[in-house]
């Protein structure tokens, strides 16, 4: 079987296992889901055989086992979510015979599970791990093979056995190259603390630029946009557009000056970055987790510390060659690359796996 990061040549049946909060794709918000769905469909474009446990809601290639009618964040009913990821567990390891590989993107729970079973699994963590409590448990745990999205997101968790780095991608044709923007920045995601839009519109009111806010508001987040935030707003420079669907990112992504992302967190990833590089958007970001990691500084926009340093790289921001940013995207984070990439981890887990001992936890499969 061959190595490295080429389609394999034979043909693997591969269990996906995705959160129930959104269906695969969401129709709107949700970083994770919208992963699993861009792996699933290269995958099975690569020739490959897969079944995706999600909501009834998705929309796939794959053959879908659908665990809830539909996803559960926006379901009137408001139903118990840890039920159904047990029922979902459950059913995916009641068929683990009929897979090569199982992947799951669900967290934690199915940790206990995969130690009775006989089939490869692995865990792709998406979220934040600097939580006092994920040291313990996955030091309970400390066998079970975890794939990390940027090299950053790992570094709490330094001792569980990572076998590899994987970084998302996105299909080629998702997102159109814009050479010629308009004249506005972009924020795009969700009004919370760590995601500091104050921020934002901050270095868009110094630098006299249109700021357009696409962004959701979490119930756990309706008190700090109501006092710090909805104020903020009646600015003649801001427009607040709400939380728009996938359709509409290309165009909104994409005819903006630059993408602004001035977090206060150590965020894992960044799935807007990477949307923003395949529409030919410049960034501004802040130095936080994994954005060094997928910005080149100068090249594909800025990274900065503070707020001058932000202030000024966003006064610079036409400096950026758009093209360049394209091209980052196309040679590094397309969805068929992340697929190649995960399936070589599928099959270093497969041959390696039965050889890798419980009580070694740096264990690096070779891909």
């Known amino acids: 079987m061959p190595s490295g990061i080429a389609s394999l040549s034979w043909m693997?049946?591969?269990?996906?296992?995705?959160?129930?909060?959104?269906?695969?794709?969401?129709?709107?918000?949700?970083?994770?889901?919208?992963?699993?769905?861009?792996?699933?469909?290269?995958?099975?474009?690569?020739?490959?055989?897969?079944?995706?446990?999600?909501?009834?809601?998705?929309?796939?290639?794959?053959?879908?086992?659908?665990?809830?009618?539909?996803?559960?964040?926006?379901?009137?009913?408001?139903?118990?979510?840890?039920?159904?990821?047990?029922?979902?567990?459950?059913?995916?390891?009641?068929?683990?015979?009929?897979?090569?590989?199982?992947?799951?993107?669900?967290?934690?729970?199915?940790?206990?599970?995969?130690?009775?079973?006989?089939?490869?699994?692995?865990?792709?963590?998406?979220?934040?791990?600097?939580?006092?409590?994920?040291?313990?448990?996955?030091?309970?745990?400390?066998?079970?093979?975890?794939?990390?999205?940027?090299?950053?997101?790992?570094?709490?968790?330094?001792?569980?056995?990572?076998?590899?780095?994987?970084?998302?991608?996105?299909?080629?044709?998702?997102?159109?190259?814009?050479?010629?923007?308009?004249?506005?920045?972009?924020?795009?995601?969700?009004?919370?603390?760590?995601?500091?839009?104050?921020?934002?519109?901050?270095?868009a009111i110094a630098t006299g630029t249109r700021l357009r806010i696409a962004a959701k508001v979490d119930r756990a987040d309706r008190a700090y946009f109501e006092r710090h935030i909805e104020g903020l707003l009646d600015h003649p420079l801001v427009e607040f557009v709400g939380e728009i669907a996938q359709d509409a990112k290309d165009e909104f992504i994409g005819q903006a000056r630059a993408l602004l992302f001035p977090i206060d967190w150590p965020e894992p990833f960044g799935l807007v970055l990477i949307e923003a590089l395949a529409c030919g958007t410049p960034v501004v970001a802040y130095r936080c987790g994994a954005v060094p990691e997928i910005l080149q500084d100068g090249v594909t926009g800025f990274v900065v510390n503070d707020q001058p340093q932000a202030i000024d790289a966003a006064r610079r921001i036409d400096a950026i060659d758009r093209r360049a940013c394209r091209q980052a995207f196309e040679s590094r984070f397309t969805s068929r690359r992340m697929a190649q990439r995960y399936l070589a981890v599928y099959e270093a887990l497969s041959a390696a796996l039965p050889r890798l001992s419980d009580t070694d936890t740096t264990s690096q499969l070779p891909i």
């Open 12 to 203: 693997m049946k591969i269990a996906q296992i995705a959160p129930l909060m959104e269906s695969v794709p969401p129709k709107t918000y949700g970083g994770t889901e919208r992963v699993v769905s861009y792996l699933t469909e290269a995958l099975i474009d690569l020739g490959h055989d897969v079944t995706l446990f999600a909501s009834g809601d998705s929309r796939t290639q794959a053959r879908l086992v659908p665990v809830v009618e539909r996803s559960l964040r926006q379901h009137p009913g408001h139903p118990d979510w840890v039920m159904w990821h047990t029922v979902m567990l459950d059913q995916a390891f009641s068929s683990a015979a009929e897979f090569d590989v199982m992947h799951f993107h669900v967290d934690y729970l199915h940790y206990p599970l995969v130690r009775q079973c006989a089939t490869p699994c692995l865990t792709t963590l998406h979220g934040r791990l600097d939580l006092p409590d994920l040291v313990p448990l996955h030091r309970h745990f400390r066998e079970q093979p975890l794939v990390s999205i940027s090299q950053s997101q790992r570094k709490p968790l330094a001792d569980s056995r990572w076998i590899a780095t994987v970084p998302h991608g996105l299909p080629e044709h998702l997102y159109r190259f814009h050479p010629r923007p308009d004249d506005y920045f972009a924020f795009i995601g969700r009004i919370s603390p760590e995601k500091r839009v104050d921020r934002a519109i901050e270095i």
